[in-house]
Each structure stands twice: as structure tokens, then as C-alpha cells.
């Protein structure tokens, strides 16, 4: 039998660290509770769950943060210059179109306009009379007839013996060429301003191994023929073997002068060899180009 002193002293050594309950009860634990009782009933707290976050660091256009405590972060709104949280714009806002604070969704869009009687609807043309101003030829496909500018094409062939002696093609006559300019109906007469934009040439003989040097000449209006023509433009390059042809440009890197011809200026065309050749037969063909814009 122990004596009230050794009770004593056995509970204040039971309970100098430690709770110890007698008789517990049962209940319900209160939600979020972190205390209980072990197997010897002991009064135990429930181990905390620790992390490893040490700090929160704001990233792009984001402030706030922090190491300790409780951390905000802020996003800012969004604008024409700085990233940042956004609202959708309603179909009522779009339409409205004052709120500089919103997006427009595609949905929003399509709502809004597509089919609305926010878009006036004015038909298909059918018929009426153009009342704007001429769209210009640069603004025009290539398929597009441009009828500022036409082109024309001539057609020429003869037969002769072309040497170092210039030679002038009948641009009216078939059939015909001549040393002279005056012997047969040659030129043409343009009654608005042109270019010569390109001759083409086949022959019925390989003419690849000669050069051959075409000029454009015109005879100014108010002036005689009896003075002749004048050289306005060169251009040579190498003949066309027999089963080819050869174009010469008249619109960039002439030997001299240029392509222009002036209104109701007679027009001649003129062909010389570096070397004779006999009894050749030439078929020419030249692409012209007429200022029409007056028509």
C-alpha cells in the first residue's frame, strides 16, 4: 500500500511533461484539429506539414512577391503597351465601340456585323454610270486591256542580198526593201506619239555568224523628205541561225539614242550587215507601241 505522499509524487511525475486523460469519451473531432490521444492516452499534437518555398518573385509585368508571410501578386491590366489580364467584349460593346479596356472575340464580331442591321446592305451594281475617277494602267493586270497604250504589230519579208550597205524595209510595201528612201512606199506614220518596242527576225539561211545593226529613223512632220530621215534609236546583235529567230530590244540597252517617236513622224526602219550575204530571204516582225490616251 503506498502512502499519499508517494500518490502524489507518482502523478506530478506522470504529468510534469506530459497529459495523460482517464476515462475519455467519445465524440466528434472538430474539423481542422491537430491534437489527439495516443495508445497510452496521451495527448499528442499531429505533425505539421512543412514546404520548401522560400520566396515568391513576381515575374513580367507581375509586382508583389515576398519571402515571408502572406504574398500578393498583382497582374496588370492590359492596354496597347503593356501585357497584362484583358476582359471579352460583348456583342453590345463591339458593336458600341468605345471601350478601349476590352478585346473583340471573332464570335463577337461575326455578331455583331455579319447579317446586322448595323451593316447597311446595298446591293449587287447592275447597271448606273461609273462617277469615280479613271483607275490608272499601273493599277491593272497584265490581262487587263490597257487602252492608254496599244500594241501593233507589222509584218515584213523580202528577199536580197543585205551587205555593209544599209538597206531600208518597206514597212507598207510586200516584198520590198531598198537602198534609198524614197524608191518605194516605206514608212509608216503614226498620228499619235510611239516606240519602237522590238524586231524580230527569221531567215531562210544561217545568219548567226554575221551582225547585223538595225536603226529607227524618222522624218519629222513639216520637214521634206528630200532632206531624209533621221536616226533616232540603234540597236545590232547577231543574226539567227536557220532554224531559229533572233529579237532585237529597242526598249533598253540601245547602242544610242532611243525608241521614241513623235506624232505623225514618218517612220523608217533600216538594216545593214557586217558581211554580204546572197540571195537571202528575210521574214521581220515589229512590235510597236501607241500612245492612245488622247483617243
Not at 500578393?72 to 479596356?101: H, Q, R
Not at 493586270?141 to 555593209?164: E, G, M, N, P, R
Not at 522624218?219 to 533572233?246: D, L
Request: glycine residues 10%; hydrophobic residues 35%.
Amino acid at each position: 500500500m503506498k502512502w499519499i505522499g508517494q500518490n502524489i509524487y507518482d502523478l506530478v511525475s506522470r504529468f510534469r511533461n506530459s497529459v495523460y486523460l482517464e476515462d475519455i469519451s467519445t465524440g466528434t473531432i472538430a474539423s481542422g484539429g491537430n491534437l489527439g490521444l495516443d495508445s497510452n492516452n496521451k495527448i499528442v499534437k499531429a505533425a505539421e506539414a512543412t514546404g520548401d518555398i522560400t520566396s515568391v518573385v513576381a515575374g513580367t509585368n507581375i509586382t508583389g512577391g515576398g519571402t515571408s508571410g502572406d504574398v500578393t501578386l498583382n497582374v496588370p491590366v492590359a492596354s496597347d503597351s503593356t501585357k497584362g489580364v484583358v476582359e471579352l467584349a460583348t456583342t453590345a460593346e463591339t458593336t458600341t465601340g468605345t471601350d478601349a479596356d476590352r478585346v473583340v472575340t471573332p464570335d463577337g464580331l461575326k455578331d455583331g456585323y455579319q447579317g446586322s442591321t448595323n451593316v447597311t446592305t446595298l446591293g449587287t451594281i447592275t447597271t448606273g454610270v461609273w462617277q469615280g475617277t479613271a483607275i490608272a494602267s499601273a493599277y491593272l493586270d497584265s490581262d487587263t486591256a490597257h487602252l492608254s497604250t496599244q500594241k501593233h504589230l507589222t509584218h515584213h519579208s523580202f528577199t536580197a542580198d543585205i551587205d555593209t550597205t544599209k538597206h531600208y524595209i518597206g514597212l507598207v510595201d510586200a516584198d520590198s526593201e531598198s537602198t534609198g528612201t524614197t524608191a518605194i512606199d516605206m514608212p509608216l506614220v503614226f498620228p499619235v506619239a510611239a516606240k519602237l518596242l522590238q524586231v524580230t527576225l527569221r531567215s531562210n539561211k544561217n545568219l548567226s555568224a554575221l551582225t547585223y545593226t538595225w536603226r529607227l529613223e524618222t522624218q519629222a512632220t513639216g520637214v521634206g523628205f528630200a532632206t531624209g530621215p533621221t536616226i533616232v534609236g540603234t540597236q545590232s546583235g547577231a543574226g539567227p541561225a536557220q532554224v531559229g529567230h533572233t529579237t532585237y530590244d529597242f526598249t533598253t540597252s540601245l547602242d544610242s539614242g532611243d525608241n521614241v517617236i513623235d506624232a505623225f513622224d514618218a517612220v523608217f526602219l533600216s538594216l545593214q550587215s557586217d558581211a554580204a550575204t546572197a540571195n537571202t530571204k528575210y521574214y521581220i516582225t515589229c512590235v510597236w507601241e501607241l500612245n492612245v490616251s488622247s483617243y
